[in-house]
């Protein structure tokens, strides 16, 4: 059974930069794809970023492109967002997620497994 684990979140102002990373148990964390999502106060859970078996592919929702990077380390089962020149309506609730698949997905439905979750809040 695959176990997802958030850690790094916390407290960070405007402009700020903060890294969360998701450790992966349970199976070969090569034949997964990963994402993150975010869910904010009040807003429905959404896409944020996504990142293929060797981290060679990657895709971005057009609020976080060119302020987030997703990256993975096969070697150490860890899944990394990097979040820099963040804003206050960055703040959220944010989930890894896994699938057992070739091309990462943009929706949730795609992925089969997820993490608890790590808080990031993000003051002006």
């Known amino acids: 059974q695959v176990q997802l684990v958030e850690s790094g979140g916390g407290l960070v102002q405007a402009g700020g930069s903060l890294r969360v990373s998701c450790a992966f148990s349970?199976?070969?964390?090569?034949?997964?794809?990963m994402a993150w999502f975010r869910q904010a106060p009040g807003k429905e859970r959404e896409f944020v970023s996504a990142?293929?078996?060797?981290?060679?592919?990657?895709y971005y929702s057009d609020s976080v492109k060119g302020r987030f990077t997703i990256s993975r380390d096969n070697a150490k089962n860890t899944l990394y967002l990097q979040m820099n020149s963040l804003k206050p309506e960055d703040t959220a609730v944010y989930y890894c997620?896994?699938?057992?698949?070739?091309?990462?997905?943009?929706?949730?439905?795609?992925?089969?497994?997820w993490g608890q979750g790590t808080q990031v809040t993000v003051y002006s």
């Open positions: 997620a896994a699938a057992p698949s070739v091309l990462p997905g943009r929706e949730q439905y795609e992925y089969k497994y």
């Open positions: 349970g199976r070969t964390f090569a034949s997964y794809v």
């Open positions: 990142i293929n078996w060797s981290g060679g592919s990657t």
